[in-house]
């Protein structure tokens, strides 16, 4: 058993290292393409030529693909972190419904649906030792699904409730719902459902969230129905 554990830790920090290494090899070359197409559009801009609108147009669509690049090559680096366990949770005192608030400020200010998100505090106010970084990642991917998996549906909700000895955060959707087969395989990495049709994403965005909440002391549950919507709940210690 000791051996197999030794194989298994070198097996993690070799797929660690990988992750570092093909990331940052990818992440090179796309900086360079980005640059250069900055400077193709700027010639473009400066030139009159009738096609100059297609170019600027085209090389606008290769900035948008490279920064989608980029931030999956971040995610991944991230959870290769968090998985050789070089993530460390720092706790500090924090005023947990401004970070909240604050949260939800810039995703709806990134909805392009013009969607708000109807926010509920509920419990009297207490202090909570949290790390704000996890917290913040972890919010902003449940909201982030929760708009992303019910465009055309009524707007979502976050009700933050402080119980005796906890606080709980429930994401609230009316979208698409996970279908029932697939709940168990929700926090799989690449896991994508098979509703989600051409919605974007890389499928690691829970995995990232399921292992933070852990790593914090949290639980996360979650209820969904299919065409009915999904509710994500989280449950962390003061
Ligand atoms: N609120 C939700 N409503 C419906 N389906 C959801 C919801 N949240 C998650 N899912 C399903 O779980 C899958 C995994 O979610 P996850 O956040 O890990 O990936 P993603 O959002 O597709 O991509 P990423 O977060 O990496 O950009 C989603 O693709 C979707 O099928
Ligand atoms: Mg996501």
Redesign the pocket.
């Known amino acids: 058993m000791m051996k197999a554990l030794q194989k298994e830790k070198e097996l993690n920090e070799l797929k660690s290292r990988f992750v570092a290494m093909t990331t940052h090899e990818f992440k090179t070359p796309l900086a360079t393409i980005s640059s250069s197409a900055d400077i193709i559009e700027m010639y473009a801009e400066r030139s009159l030529n009738a096609d100059t609108e297609n170019i600027i147009k085209q090389v606008k669509n290769i900035n948008i693909e490279v920064l989608r690049m980029t931030n999956m090559m971040d ?1 991944s680096l991230f959870l290769g972190k968090i998985e050789a366990n070089k993530t460390e949770v720092s706790k500090e005192e924090i005023d947990l419904v401004s970070l909240v608030q604050y949260i939800i400020d810039r995703q709806v200010r990134h909805q392009k649906d013009k969607r708000k998100l109807y926010f509920e505090l509920r419990g009297t106010v207490k202090k909570v030792f949290a790390d704000a970084q996890h917290l913040e990642h972890i919010l902003d ?1 449940l909201i982030s ?2 708009f ?2 019910s465009q055309n549906k009524p707007s979502p909700a976050l009700i933050l409730t402080f119980n005796e000895n906890n606080f709980t955060v429930d994401i609230i ?1 009316y ?4 279908p029932q087969n697939q709940h168990k395989k ?1 926090y799989s990495s690449f ?3 098979d509703n ?1 049709r051409n919605i974007k ?7 990232i969230v399921y292992n933070l909440v852990k790593m914090n002391g949290g639980k996360i549950t979650f209820e ?1 129905e299919e065409n009915q919507g ?1 509710t994500f709940t989280l449950e962390f210690p003061y």
């Open positions: 995610t991917n699904n929760a992303k998996f959707d979208g698409l719902g996970i929700v896991f994508r459902g989600v994403g890389t499928g690691l965005g829970l995995l969904s999904t």
